[in-house]
């Protein structure tokens, strides 16, 4: 091949252009469904209601099992939802009463930072909250 008969035309012609290959890879990732989990989930439904789940804080978990204190998935869901509506409301750091316990939650964080019955001896004073909901 002679060199100086070589012409940059040829040699274009002959390869895609890294312009062309984004547009061919963005075009298949836009194309593409939504991955589904197992149960039929996407990732962002699954990212989703984790978050919406409340977790418990290493001191709460102490407190319920100091305190011999177990909830049901019903009182769970009333947690959550007592959460949720916080969250709404624009609270930070919830009281939540529910039957004869109280909890402190970051809501934020949708984190149960601490966990009381009635038979604490605590004085029932409750400090770094910004708002309370009864669930």
């Known amino acids: 091949m002679d060199i100086n008969n070589f012409s940059s ?7 895609t252009s890294i312009e062309q290959v984004t547009g ?30 409340l977790k418990f804080s290493k001191h709460a978990d102490a407190r319920l099992s100091e305190r011999n204190i177990s909830l049901s998935d019903e009182q769970l869901q009333r947690l959550n939802n007592g959460a949720k509506k916080a969250g709404a409301k624009g609270i930070d750091e ?11 939650v970051n809501v934020k964080n949708n984190t149960v930072v601490t966990a ?13 909250i910004d708002g309370a909901v009864i669930v």
């Open 94 to 104: 919830s009281l939540m009463i529910m039957d004869d316990l109280a909890f402190i």
């Open 24 to 53: 061919q890879y963005l075009k298949t990732q836009n194309s593409r469904s939504v991955d589904k989990t197992s149960d039929g989930l996407s990732f962002e439904e699954v990212l989703h209601s984790k978050k919406t789940e």
């Open 116 to 128: 009381i019955d009635s038979t604490a001896s605590e004085d029932n004073v409750f400090t770094n």
């Open 9 to 15: 035309n040829n040699f274009t012609s002959n390869y």
